[in-house]
């Protein structure tokens, strides 16, 4: 049994598995974020995935962030997967979300977002990012190697939660991993089986490399219009 921990982090809309299709399957009752804040508060622990969500009419592929409080941070996917037509049916966000949990600044990311570095460039006002995903096992070389390099470039642990199974489309075999800012591997589930991994972020360890190495200090300034 894995030991307890502060925070859970589930795959992309991992209460259905990756659909671009939402009718049917996109939540107007909110059963899992429900779910969620009723294990945030048992586990006393922050709970965090994507859900396929409909508000006002409008579809979205939604990051929750549940505090044990019942305190919820949402992040809308900025970047949809054109390749398999999600943008056609789902609307994009527009913001960066970050959310501060006992003392770890966090950025919330999902799946394809991971390909888009300038929108998570590290401005010095985050720790740590989580990318859920449903990212196939054909391209599961660039999953890592791009994990690897947010967290190289942004000087920031980076925490990749991917799915495994098969579905009519895709085979997935995971891939998940918590890498450091170094670019290392600190703990990783085994491939194309239900597995987790769990390790302890060090934030003392993360400000002295910043301070010993300022790269995040040395970047170019710029701005990001939505």
């Known amino acids: 049994m894995q030991p307890k921990a502060d925070l859970y982090v589930l795959s992309e809309m991992f ?9 049917g399957i996109a939540e107007k009752d909110g ?15 922050a709970i965090a995935g994507s859900v396929a969500t409909e508000e006002k009419g409008l579809f979205y592929n939604r990051f929750y962030f549940v505090k044990p409080d019942g305190k919820i941070t949402s992040y809308d996917k900025r970047h949809l997967f054109t390749f398999s037509s ?18 770890v600044r966090i950025m919330l990311q999902i799946c ?9 460039r590290n401005k010095g006002d985050y720790d740590a990012m989580i990318y859920v995903a449903n990212w196939p096992s054909s391209r599961a070389e660039v999953w890592k190697t791009l994990l690897r ?9 980076v925490i990749g939660v991917n799915r495994v199974g098969k579905d009519s489309k895709c085979e997935y075999q995971g891939g998940s991993a918590i890498i ?4 290392q591997t600190i ?21 002295e490399f910043r301070k010993k190495f300022p790269v995040l200090s040395d970047g170019d300034e710029f701005k990001i219009e939505y």
């Open 149 to 157: 390099a947010r967290a190289i470039e942004n000087q920031s642990f």
């Open 86 to 103: 999600e943008d056609k049916r789902f609307t994009c966000g527009k913001k960066r979300a970050i959310v501060e949990f006992r003392g």
């Open 112 to 120: 394809y977002d991971l390909r888009f570095p300038v929108f998570s």
């Open 31 to 45: 059963s899992s974020l429900i779910w969620m804040k009723r294990m945030a508060n048992q586990l006393d622990a």
């Open 187 to 207: 703990a990783a589930p085994a491939d194309f089986q239900e597995d987790a991994a769990i390790a302890e972020l060090d934030m003392n360890e993360l400000v």
């Open 15 to 23: 209460s259905t598995g990756f659909a671009t299709e939402p009718e």
């Open 180 to 183: 450091s800012p170094y670019g």
